[in-house]
């Protein structure tokens, strides 16, 4: 198996019965969920194994900015290519919704996303909206770190099966 192609996994929009699901992975893996409401929901992705909901990933929306959050994978799971899938699959679904730039405050996986592209920023730079999203103003420690990515446009980014359906 191309372990960055997982094909066992079915990466799918989120649906309203997936949030209690969700919370539970966040719990799992160490991420805030408090805030967390069906509104979120409509820019959540779900990776599933079957029925199994493993994988999870959200933007939350600030004019051509989102904060890119709740990336979790879960830890039976981890290693196979998943949180990458996710990552470009959530890129893929902000660029449909005209986002051009991606946020995002991690305390534990900066050098994964550093893998992708994002870049280190002070807290100072994030946007004041993306500053204000509940996750970032209250949930993310101050020692959390901030990272940024700007997004190719949708026409200079070939599709990938990551993306197919979502
Ligand atoms: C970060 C996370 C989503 C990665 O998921 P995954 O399915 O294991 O990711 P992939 O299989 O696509 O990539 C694995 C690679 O990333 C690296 N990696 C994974 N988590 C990492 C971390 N926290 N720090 C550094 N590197 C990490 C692995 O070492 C591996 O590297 P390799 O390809 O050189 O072997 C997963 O570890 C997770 O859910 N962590 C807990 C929640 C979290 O920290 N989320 C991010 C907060 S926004």
Same mark, same amino acid.
């Given at each position: 198996?191309d372990r960055h192609?997982?094909?066992?996994?079915?990466v799918?929009r989120?649906?309203?019965?997936?949030l209690?699901?969700i919370?539970?992975l966040?719990e799992?893996?160490?991420?805030p969920?408090?805030d967390?409401?069906?509104?979120?929901?409509n820019y959540f992705?779900?990776?599933?194994?079957g029925?199994?909901l493993?994988?999870?990933?959200g933007?939350e929306?600030?004019?051509d900015?989102?904060? =890119?959050?709740?990336?979790a994978?879960a830890?039976?799971a981890?290693?196979?290519? =998943?949180?990458?899938? =996710?990552v470009e699959?959530i890129?893929?679904?902000a660029?449909q919704?005209g986002?051009?730039?991606?946020y995002?405050?991690?305390?534990?996986?900066?050098?994964?996303?550093?893998?992708?592209?994002?870049?280190?920023?002070?807290?100072e730079?994030?946007?004041?909206?993306?500053?204000?999203t509940?996750?970032?103003?209250?949930l993310?420690?101050?020692s959390?770190?901030?990272m940024?990515?700007?997004l190719?446009?949708s026409?200079?980014?070939?599709?990938?099966?990551a993306t197919h359906?979502v």
């Open positions: 198996m192609r997982p094909s066992s996994f079915a799918q989120a649906e309203p019965e997936d209690d699901p919370r539970g966040l799992t893996c160490g991420l969920h408090d967390l409401t069906l509104a979120h929901l992705l779900v990776a599933r194994d029925i199994r493993c994988g999870a990933v933007i929306p600030c004019g900015a989102a904060l =890119l959050r709740s990336l994978v830890p039976d981890q290693g196979q290519g =998943l949180g990458t899938r =996710l699959a890129e893929q679904r660029r919704k986002i051009r730039t991606l995002l405050l991690t305390t534990t996986a900066a050098p994964f996303f550093r893998d992708h592209e994002y870049e280190t920023i002070e807290r730079a994030l946007p004041e909206d993306i500053r204000r509940e996750e970032a103003a209250r993310c420690p101050s959390a770190v901030c940024r990515k700007p190719r446009a026409a200079e980014v070939a599709d990938t099966d359906g």
